[in-house]
C-alpha cells in the first residue's frame, strides 16, 4: 500500500512526482457504487427470459431493450459529464446512482414492453454518467506508472462482485413474477449505495496526479476552459480517435447482451443454470483485470508506450481465439461453458487496465470527462446498439450461435489488426501530451 502525502515539495522548474490524498479512499468508494450501478444496468439483461417468459418476449426484444439502453447514453453521457463540470463530479455521481434507482425500482413494475423499454432507458441514461466520471476521478487520483494498476483493482472487483449478485439476483427467477423483486431490490441498494459516495468520496480535482502540475498553487488557473471546440479537437489526436475505432468493433461487448440467451436457447439450459456462468466470468475478468494491471505496470518499465498496445491486441486475438472454442462446438453441461466463461472473462477483462491508460495518457486533464464519456458512452454505445439490433434480429434467422462467429471472432480479429495503427502514433502523441503539459507549468512559473 502506498503512503500518501498531501503536502508534496514545492521546487521551482521540477515536476516532482504526487502521490494524490484518498486516492485508495477514492478508488474503493468508487468500485463500490459502480458494482451496483453496474448490476442494475445488466439485470434486465441477466433476468430477460424470465422478463420474456411473463412478457411474452422474443430474442428481439432483448436486442431492442439492450439498444436502446445504450443508444440513450450519446447524449446522456456528454450531458452527465458536462454537469459535472458545473455542480462537481461527486454531487453529480450521487445524482446519477439515486436517479437510476428510482427509474429501476419503477421498471419493476412493468406492465408491458413498451413501459419496460421507457423505464430501462430511463435507468441507462441516468446510470451511463457515472463511469466516465468515475475513470476521470481515477486518472486525476493516480500517476501515469499507476493507473493500469488502479484500472484493473477498479474493474476487476467491479466484476467479481457483480458476478456474485447476478446469479443471487437470479435466484427470485424461481418465484412467480420473481423478476420484479430482483429489480426492486438492486434499485434500493443503488440508491443506498449513493451514501457512501456523499460521504467518502474525495474529488482530487482535475490535473492532480500530473507531476507538472501537482505543486502548483491555483492548479485550476492553469487549465483552459472546456469549450465544445476544445472537445472536439480530441478526434485530431490519432490515438485517440484509433480507440473510438476500436470500441466500435469490440464485439466482446456482445457477449454481456446474449450471453444467458444463447445459453437458454440454442444450448437448452434453463434461465437459473445459466445465470451460475456469470460467477466464473466474474471470476476470470477479475483475474484479467487485476493481473492485467499488474503486467501492464511491468510491462511499461521494459517496453515504454508499446507495451500497453501489444497487451491490448493481445487480447483481442486471444478472445477470438477462446470465443470460436467456446460458442462453436457443443458440450454436454454447464460446467465447460463456465470454463470457457472464465477464459472469455480473462480476455475481457485485460481490455480496461490497457484501453483507459492509453485514452488518459493521450488527453489533457481537463477534457478526460469527456472523453472518457465520448470512449464509454458515445462510441461504446454506437457499437452497442449495432451489435445488439443487428444480432437480435440475425439471431431470430440464423441463430445467435452464427452470429456469435462473426462478431466475436472474425470482428475481434480485425480490431486486432487495427490496434497495430496504435505503435506508430501512440509514443507520439504521450509526447505531445506532455509537451502540453509541461509548457503549462513553466507559463504558470513565470507568473510567480
Same mark, same amino acid.
Given at each position: 500500500?502506498?503512503?500518501?502525502?498531501?503536502? %508534496?515539495?514545492?521546487?521551482?522548474?521540477?515536476?516532482?512526482?504526487?502521490?494524490?490524498?484518498?486516492?485508495?479512499?477514492?478508488?474503493?468508494?468508487?468500485?463500490?457504487?459502480?458494482?451496483?450501478?453496474?448490476?442494475?444496468?445488466?439485470?434486465?439483461?441477466?433476468?430477460? %427470459?424470465?422478463?420474456?417468459?411473463?412478457?411474452?418476449?422474443?430474442?428481439?426484444?432483448?436486442?431492442?431493450?439492450?439498444?436502446?439502453?445504450?443508444?440513450?447514453?450519446?447524449?446522456?453521457?456528454?450531458?452527465?459529464?458536462?454537469?459535472?463540470?458545473?455542480?462537481?463530479?461527486?454531487?453529480?455521481?450521487?445524482?446519477?446512482?439515486?436517479?437510476?434507482?428510482?427509474?429501476?425500482?419503477?421498471?419493476?413494475?412493468?406492465?408491458?414492453?413498451?413501459?419496460?423499454?421507457?423505464?430501462?432507458?430511463?435507468?441507462?441514461?441516468?446510470?451511463?454518467?457515472?463511469?466516465?466520471?468515475?475513470?476521470?476521478?481515477?486518472?486525476?487520483?493516480?500517476?501515469?506508472?499507476?493507473?493500469?494498476?488502479?484500472?484493473?483493482?477498479?474493474?476487476?472487483?467491479?466484476?467479481?462482485?457483480?458476478?456474485?449478485?447476478?446469479?443471487?439476483?437470479?435466484?427470485?427467477?424461481?418465484?412467480?413474477?420473481?423478476?420484479?423483486?430482483?429489480?426492486?431490490?438492486?434499485?434500493?441498494?443503488?440508491?443506498?449505495?449513493?451514501?457512501?459516495?456523499?460521504?467518502?468520496?474525495?474529488?482530487?480535482?482535475?490535473?492532480?496526479?500530473?507531476?507538472?502540475?501537482?505543486?502548483?498553487?491555483?492548479?485550476?488557473?492553469?487549465?483552459?476552459?472546456?469549450?465544445?471546440?476544445?472537445?472536439?479537437?480530441?478526434?485530431?489526436?490519432?490515438?485517440?480517435?484509433?480507440?473510438?475505432?476500436?470500441?466500435?468493433?469490440?464485439?466482446?461487448?456482445?457477449?454481456?447482451?446474449?450471453?444467458?440467451?444463447?445459453?437458454?436457447?440454442?444450448?437448452?439450459?434453463?434461465?437459473?443454470?445459466?445465470?451460475?456462468?456469470?460467477? %466464473?466470468?466474474?471470476?476470470?475478468?477479475?483475474?484479467?483485470?487485476?493481473?492485467?494491471?499488474?503486467?501492464?505496470?511491468?510491462?511499461?518499465?521494459?517496453?515504454?508506450?508499446?507495451?500497453?498496445?501489444?497487451?491490448?491486441?493481445?487480447?483481442?486475438?486471444?478472445?477470438?481465439?477462446?470465443?470460436?472454442?467456446?460458442?462453436?462446438?457443443?458440450?454436454?453441461?454447464?460446467?465447460?461453458?463456465?470454463?470457457?466463461?472464465?477464459?472469455?472473462?480473462?480476455?475481457?477483462?485485460?481490455?480496461?487496465?490497457?484501453?483507459?491508460?492509453?485514452?488518459?495518457?493521450?488527453?489533457?486533464?481537463?477534457?478526460?470527462?469527456?472523453?472518457?464519456?465520448?470512449?464509454?458512452?458515445?462510441?461504446?454505445?454506437?457499437?452497442?446498439?449495432?451489435?445488439?439490433?443487428?444480432?437480435?434480429?440475425?439471431?431470430?434467422?440464423?441463430?445467435?450461435?452464427?452470429?456469435?462467429?462473426?462478431?466475436?471472432?472474425?470482428?475481434?480479429?480485425?480490431?486486432?489488426?487495427?490496434?497495430?495503427?496504435?505503435?506508430?502514433?501512440?509514443?507520439?502523441?504521450?509526447?505531445?501530451?506532455?509537451?502540453?503539459?509541461?509548457?503549462?507549468?513553466?507559463?504558470?512559473?513565470?507568473?510567480?
Amino acid at each position: 500500500m502506498d503512503i500518501e502525502t498531501s503536502s %508534496p515539495n514545492k521546487v521551482e522548474g521540477s515536476t516532482q512526482a504526487r502521490r494524490v490524498p484518498h486516492r485508495w479512499q477514492n478508488l474503493a468508494t468508487l468500485t463500490g457504487i459502480t458494482v451496483v450501478d453496474n448490476t442494475e444496468h445488466g439485470l434486465s439483461t441477466t433476468l430477460f %427470459p424470465s422478463i420474456a417468459a411473463a412478457l411474452h418476449l422474443q430474442s428481439s426484444h432483448l436486442g431492442v431493450l439492450a439498444a436502446i439502453g445504450k443508444f440513450v447514453a450519446v447524449p446522456a453521457g456528454p450531458a452527465w459529464a458536462w454537469l459535472a463540470g458545473r455542480i462537481g463530479r461527486r454531487e453529480t455521481l450521487v445524482t446519477t446512482s439515486i436517479v437510476g434507482g428510482i427509474f429501476g425500482i419503477a421498471a419493476g413494475f412493468s406492465q408491458d414492453f413498451t413501459q419496460l423499454l421507457i423505464f430501462n432507458a430511463l435507468m441507462s441514461a441516468a446510470l451511463i454518467g457515472g463511469g466516465p466520471i468515475a475513470m476521470a476521478i481515477i486518472a486525476d487520483s493516480f500517476e501515469d506508472s499507476q493507473r493500469s494498476k488502479a484500472a484493473g483493482y477498479f474493474y476487476g472487483f467491479v466484476s467479481l462482485i457483480s458476478a456474485f449478485l447476478g446469479p443471487l439476483i437470479a435466484m427470485f427467477t424461481g418465484l412467480t413474477d420473481g423478476w420484479r423483486y430482483g429489480m426492486w431490490s438492486i434499485g434500493v441498494i443503488c440508491i443506498l449505495a449513493a451514501l457512501p459516495v456523499a460521504f467518502l468520496l474525495k474529488d482530487p480535482g482535475v490535473g492532480a496526479s500530473e507531476s507538472q502540475l501537482a505543486d502548483l498553487s491555483g492548479r485550476d488557473r492553469v487549465m483552459p476552459k472546456v469549450t465544445v471546440q476544445s472537445v472536439l479537437s480530441l478526434f485530431r489526436i490519432p490515438s485517440f480517435s484509433i480507440m473510438m475505432l476500436s470500441r466500435l468493433l469490440s464485439g466482446h461487448l456482445l457477449i454481456a447482451v446474449f450471453g444467458i440467451q444463447f445459453l437458454v436457447t440454442e444450448r437448452g439450459f434453463t434461465n437459473a443454470v445459466a445465470a451460475t456462468v456469470l460467477l %466464473p466470468f466474474g471470476v476470470g475478468y477479475f483475474a484479467g483485470t487485476v493481473g492485467g494491471g499488474l503486467l501492464i505496470s511491468r510491462l511499461d518499465k521494459i517496453l515504454p508506450h508499446i507495451g500497453r498496445v501489444a497487451y491490448l491486441q493481445g487480447a483481442q486475438i486471444f478472445f477470438a481465439i477462446v470465443a470460436f472454442f467456446a460458442t462453436q462446438i457443443r458440450y454436454d453441461g454447464i460446467a465447460v461453458y463456465a470454463i470457457f466463461m472464465v477464459l472469455l472473462g480473462f480476455c475481457q477483462g485485460a481490455n480496461p487496465p490497457a484501453n483507459r491508460p492509453i485514452v488518459a495518457a493521450v488527453v489533457p486533464p481537463e477534457l478526460r470527462n469527456q472523453a472518457f464519456a465520448i470512449f464509454l458512452n458515445v462510441f461504446e454505445t454506437i457499437g452497442w446498439v449495432t451489435f445488439s439490433l443487428g444480432a437480435g434480429i440475425l439471431a431470430a434467422t440464423l441463430g445467435i450461435q452464427t452470429v456469435f462467429f462473426w462478431v466475436l471472432v472474425v470482428l475481434m480479429l480485425v480490431n486486432a489488426a487495427v490496434l497495430s495503427s496504435l505503435y506508430f502514433c501512440y509514443p507520439r502523441d504521450v509526447a505531445r501530451n506532455t509537451e502540453t503539459l509541461e509548457q503549462r507549468r513553466r507559463d504558470a512559473l513565470q507568473e510567480i
